[in-house]
């Protein structure tokens, strides 16, 4: 094989790529210090594991198992029910962190993120793996969890660099050392590279990271569409996808689901799931001062066998009170009685700016601008006092069922544990704290 490296220019541009290790796992072992070191698996609520810790995953716990398994695989296991406003709570703050370094911070997903940190060697007096290190030391002693890095010319390879060595790892790959990285590495582990495009690769011969960024750039224009043309592009060392820092305010589309145990044939029951998934969608979208013109609705039965129906909306809205009627003929549409379902959920699609919707001639404008004051209202009244102060009627029946809250209807503790001033939305601002004693 080839060995020469793919580009000698070793830091023309240094993208760091930070992933959290087993982030929602290791919050809960920040919180409560007496978890460090046993196999904590979160995600009671559910019935199947949304995270596991380090030491459950060592004894084969993997994500999506059911419970039942994960006590077959690992017995002491610690299942608690998933505390997402914390786990929020806890990526709020670590962005924080790593916007000391650079203010070029992309919020990739809750426990990801990108950041440029080009040229800031001089500020922090050393190199880009002291810059790397120092991110490490801050986040684990602000917050107590470990996170993994890769720095380097890309966005693609730093992703590459932060996989390599987990958990609490740090990999520099500069350019004269790309090839080291990529020559063991399968085209189907690339960030962004799917099955269908893997087999379609491996056709050509194409079985490593290393094989596919060394063809011929023809071959790739050829056979291949636009993003993946900047795949090979970052492979190589150049640097196509920036850091994108701004907040994201505009959507395609909005999905919000729910999965809940034990699983249920209860008409009434996956309905008003269904209706709080749309209330969410809606909350969303109105904070983005977005409109919907479809509505997808979904249905996943217990052994993931998935049902949906796409409806085309009379006109753009993210009111609810205008959707549920919608709503309900897709539910009746997917909807079989004999079916145990353990997931509902709902798309708005086709989303534009409200600002930018036509009225027509036959729109009640009167009801339309009386709906906008109501559900202003609403909102502001969710952003004091909390999501669900006011919701609609029709979700109800998730508030009456609680033993689908999960398997002892069981809550987070901080849920229960708020502070003076605290509420499930709102929290106070204390820092997380770790005292040596």
């Known amino acids: 094989m080839d060995t020469n490296p793919l580009t000698i220019s070793s830091w023309p541009k240094a993208i760091l790529h930070l992933d959290a290790d087993a982030f929602f796992a290791s919050c809960e072992q920040a919180i409560h210090p007496e978890l460090k070191g046993r196999p904590v698996i979160t995600g009671k609520e559910r019935g199947i594991v949304s995270a596991a810790s380090y030491e459950a995953k060592a ?17 002491d296991a610690v299942i608690i029910p998933s505390d997402y406003e914390t786990y929020s709570l806890f990526s709020v703050r670590m962005f924080e962190i790593l916007r000391r370094f650079s203010p070029d911070v992309e919020e990739y997903s809750i426990d990801e993120a990108f950041v440029d940190i080009t040229g800031m060697r001089r500020s922090f007096h050393g190199s880009y793996g002291i810059i790397a290190g120092k991110m490490q030391e801050a986040v684990e002693k602000e917050l107590g969890i470990t996170v ?157 066998r ?81 999501k669900y102060t006011v919701h609609h009627a029709a979700s109800l029946a998730t508030k009456i069922q609680a033993q689908h809250e999960g398997e002892r209807g069981d809550i987070p503790q901080r849920v229960t544990g708020l502070f003076k001033g605290e509420n499930k939305r709102q929290r106070l601002g204390f820092p997380v704290l770790h005292i040596k004693v």
Not at 59 to 75: S, T
Request: proline letters at 5%; a positive charge; glycine letters at 6%.
């Open 59 to 75: 004894k084969g716990v993997k994500r999506g198992m059911r419970l039942f398994e994960v006590k077959k695989a690992c017995p």
């Open 148 to 304: 993994s890095i890769g720095v380097s010319l890309t966005k693609v390879l730093a992703k590459i660099g932060s996989k390599h060595k987990k958990p609490n790892g740090l990999t520099l790959i500069p350019g004269r050392e790309i090839h080291l990285y990529l020559e063991k590495l399968p085209v189907e582990k690339i960030w962004g590279i799917g099955p269908n495009t893997s087999a379609f690769l491996g056709k050509f011969g194409i079985k490593t990271a290393l094989e596919f960024a060394r063809k011929d750039e023809r071959f790739i224009q050829k056979h291949l569409s636009k993003p993946y043309q900047e795949i090979w592009h970052e492979l190589n060392g150049r640097s196509i996808c920036p850091v994108i820092s701004e907040s994201k305010s505009s959507y395609q589309s909005i999905s919000k689901a729910k999965t809940f145990t034990p699983p249920s044939k209860d008409k009434a029951f996956i309905f008003a799931q269904l209706s709080k998934n749309l209330e969410n969608a809606c909350i969303k979208a109105r904070r983005y001062k977005l409109a919907a013109a479809r509505l997808i609705v979904f249905l996943r039965t217990q052994d993931f």
């Open 306 to 386: 998935d049902s949906g129906i796409e409806i085309k909306l009379s006109r753009p809205t993210a009111y609810p009170v205008y959707l549920f009627q919608p709503l309900k003929e897709g539910f009746n549409n997917v909807y079989k009685p004999d079916n145990l379902y353990r997931q509902t959920g709902v798309v708005l699609s086709g989303l534009m700016p409200d600002a930018e919707i036509q009225r027509s001639l036959f729109d009640d404008n009167s009801k339309i601008e009386k709906m906008a004051r109501i559900y202003s209202t609403i909102d502001v009244l969710s952003e004091k006092f909390g």
